[in-house]
């Protein structure tokens, strides 16, 4: 069964950027996607991102646009998510997760979350 | 992006009660809505997918319904480890994919 395996936590300072890995443990990523979802302390589920490593296309939360990159790397099975320009609000918990994509003949679909990283905690303090 | 709203937002039950959570789109979604379960300080888990579709591996108690865009996470008997936050998403938009706000269901 696959297992997603995150990288350790971080402590950042407002304006620098952060990069979180996410390796496929016991398999591929093979025709899934990848999703980024972060949560604030105490808040909700906030999807990010994601991106379709056999493609290599990555699509993004329109109100993360420009400040996130999403790539992946099929021959080590490991997904990144980077964010710049941190600033506290940015304190959160993220988390990667493979999505079923669901595919039509003129579009396609992160379907579901089924499978979860643990989360990597990031700190952005002064 | 479609707004998706859960209610209530908690909820205090005890264990063998039967439990209804209710989550609202601001446009039809179909069936493309899913539903989690999160636990303090772990990740989310996938309970019900194209909003009824048990996920394998998940007590037969959860139950899902629902489409456009009206959907129902149901409870038949709570268990003492059911306790938890519960999110719906919505997969309809994507790239735009959003979540309710949650519902925490707590013991009475």
């Known amino acids: 069964q696959v297992q997603l395996v995150q990288s350790g936590a971080e402590v950042k300072k407002p304006g620098s950027s952060v990069k979180v890995s996410c390796k496929a443990s016991?398999?591929?990523?093979?025709?899934?996607?990848i999703s980024w979802v972060r949560q604030a302390p105490g808040q909700g589920l906030e999807w990010m991102g994601g991106?379709?490593?056999?493609?290599?296309?990555?699509n993004y939360a329109q109100k993360f646009q420009g400040r996130v990159t999403i790539t992946a790397d099929e021959s080590t099975s490991t997904a990144y998510m980077e964010l710049s320009s941190l600033r506290s609000e940015d304190t959160a918990v993220y988390y990667c997760?493979?999505?079923?994509?669901?595919?039509?003949?003129?579009?396609?679909?992160?379907?579901?979350?089924?499978?979860w990283g643990k989360g990597t905690t990031v700190t952005v303090s002064s | 992006d479609i707004q998706m709203t859960q209610s209530p937002s908690s909820l205090s039950a005890s264990v063998g009660d039967r439990v209804t959570i209710t989550c609202r789109a601001s446009?039809?979604?179909?069936?493309?809505l899913n539903w989690y379960q999160q636990k303090p300080g772990k990740a989310p888990k996938l309970l019900i997918y194209?909003?009824?579709s048990l996920q394998s591996g998940v007590p037969s108690r959860f139950s899902g319904s629902g489409s456009g865009t009206d959907f129902t996470l149901t409870i038949s008997s709570l268990q003492p480890e059911d306790f938890a936050t519960y999110y719906c998403?919505?997969?309809?938009?994507?790239?735009?994919?959003?979540f309710g706000q949650g519902t925490r269901l707590e013991i009475k």
């Open positions: 997760a493979r999505s079923f994509l669901l595919t039509t003949v003129t579009t396609y679909y992160y379907y579901y979350m089924d499978v």
């Open positions: 016991g398999g591929t990523f093979s025709s899934y996607a």
């Open positions: 991106i379709i490593p056999i493609f290599g296309t990555a």
């Open positions: 446009q039809s979604i179909s069936s493309y």
């Open positions: 194209a909003a009824s």
């Open positions: 998403q919505q997969s309809y938009s994507t790239p735009s994919i959003t």
